[in-house]
Structure formats: C-alpha cells, structure tokens
C-alpha cells in the first residue's frame, strides 16, 4: 500500500528532475502533448477506477445507483471551484495570477497552481485505498495500484513543465527548480495518507468519496489542462496525446483490475 500512496510523488519528483538533463524548456509541441497526454490520463482513471466502482458499490439501488455518484461528482467540482477562488496562484505561461491578491511571488504561485492538481489525485489515491482496507467489494489491489501508475505516469510531465520554465525563465539554480517541482507534488501522499487514516469513518459514504474525486480530477482537465494543450495556433497535438494518455490508462485499470 505505501508504494501506491508514494508513486504519484515519485512521477512528479523524476519528471522535475528533467531540469537537469535538458537546457531548455520543453518545446510548445512537446509541452501540449505532455498536458494532453496527462488530461487522458486523468479522465481514463476519473472513468474507469472511480466513478464505475463507485455506482457499482450502489448497485443494490437499482436504477438510483447513479445518484451517489453523481452528487459525488459534483461536490467534486464545486471544491476544486472553491479552492481556484481562496488560493492564490499562477498557471504556467499566464501572466495574470488567480484567487485573491498577496505578496507571493510569481514562483511560488505557479507551484500553488500545480499543487491544487495534485490534491484530488492524492485524494482518489487514498480512497482507493481506503475502500480496499474496509473490503470495499468492487476494488481491488491491482485496480488501485494501476490507478496509483497512472497518476504517477501523468505527473512526471506535470514535474518537468513546473521545474523547466523555473530554470529557465525565472532564473532559479536547477537544483531549487528541481526541489519546488518535487515539493509541488508531496500533497498527493500526505492527501492520501489522510484519507486512508480516515477509512472507518468515511466508508459509509465511500461511493460518494470515489466520485468526489473523480469530479475534482476532471475539473482540472476542463478548467486548465485541456485548454493550455490547445492555447496558441491550432494544433492536433494535444489531441494525440490525450488519446494516447486515454487509452493507456484504460488499459492499465483492465489489465491490473
């Protein structure tokens, strides 16, 4: 189990370290592959390893076994809304920062940007295996690991599109961009411990949980990551790799579930 709460971390910590391999930043092409690629990942995983397993839990409801999940989904939604309105930070490539005004620095609000991502995939992490250690009926260990896989997969290219323009556009040491990509990504398994601590009291609404966490995954894919593969001249390339980030987490979450 702490492999699995631990390898998101890892993705993003060796995906930051590609500040030290590479001189420059990834290129546009590259970069929009990369946030199409990570957005499959997201919406495969948001599909396959939370909201399908949470209606499955509520098949005993017949044709309402949709209605945890879907209230779920939406609670989702409205607190990644929340937190895009009382935190502040800065998307990368976007000169105007959101939430309220303060006096962080450009730096530390592109990280806050990337952490409010990595908060529901810790979450679905530690729900996952919350529902595994209360014997949820329609999760397994290999579905939660493969969920575990494939965040991990998308957040190294989230590690390396925070530490390169870092090193290269803000003029930090390649060993600081490093630790605030890393950093940038430790929410994930605290958010994951958390919710596994809390598993007795959090499996009667686990359905919802589940769903919770799949609502504030695909709200980050919606609401930035789609739209930042696709800014700029048109290009098929974001697409291309959202497919391929699709299909491969599919595969994952069939094949190891």
Known sequence: MLIGVWLPFLGTALGA????LLRDGLSERVNRALLGFASGVMVAASVWSLL???????EAMGRWAFAPAAGGFLLGIAFLLLLDRIIPHLHVDCDEPEGPRCSLGRSAMMVLAVT???IPEGMA?????????MGGASLSAAGAFALSLGIAIQNFPEGAIISLPLHSGGG???????AMGALSGIVEPVAALVTILLADVLTPVLPVLLSFAAGAMLYVVVEE??????????SNIGTIGFAIGFALMMALDVALG
């Open 116 to 118: 409010l991502h990595n």
């Open 225 to 234: 990551l789609i739209p930042e593969s696709a800014a700029g001249h048109h």
């Open 17 to 20: 370290a590609c500040v030290f």
């Open 52 to 58: 399908i397993p949470a209606m499955d839990q509520c």
């Open 172 to 178: 930090m040491s390649r060993a600081r961009a490093f």
């Open 125 to 133: 992490v530690g729900v996952m295996y919350a529902g595994l250690r």
